[in-house]
């Protein structure tokens, strides 16, 4: 497993943005695939961004052509890049890392998670 902590959140404006980061404890090179997931209350939650150790990327439809998902191997940190960001995206933001498992396939690691709020 590796730990993950994000940072980044906070309050923005309809139509601003934010870049969220989440700095893993080693290398992330050899990890499978990170990924940017969010939880608003009441709600379950839901994945808003993966990239592969390739560097393909998956965005949620809600999300697409708005949010950019990147990962700087060097610095073992994923970023979230969030534009023209709107009210219903308003969460708490996590991040994970999925490293192989003999048993599983792989195991998924959380970060603690990171507040956006989004309001005039």
């Known amino acids: 497993q590796v730990q993950l902590v994000e940072s980044g959140g906070g309050l923005v404006q309809p139509g601003g943005s934010l870049r969220l980061s989440c700095a893993a404890s080693?290398?992330?090179?050899?990890?499978?695939?990170m990924g940017w997931f969010r939880q608003a209350p009441g709600k379950q939650r839901e994945l808003v961004a993966t990239?592969?150790?390739?560097?393909?990327?998956n965005y949620a439809d809600s999300v697409k052509d708005r949010f950019t998902i990147s990962r700087a191997n060097a610095k073992n940190t994923v970023y979230l890049q969030m534009n023209s960001l709107k009210p219903e995206d308003t969460a708490v933001y996590y991040c994970?890392?999925?490293?192989?498992?003999?048993?599983?396939?792989?195991?998924?690691?959380w970060g603690q998670g990171t507040q956006v709020t989004v309001s005039s």
């Open positions: 994970s890392a999925d490293t192989p498992d003999r048993t599983s396939g792989y195991l998924r690691s």
């Open positions: 080693r290398s992330i090179f050899s990890i499978l695939a």
């Open positions: 990239i592969s150790s390739g560097g393909r990327t």
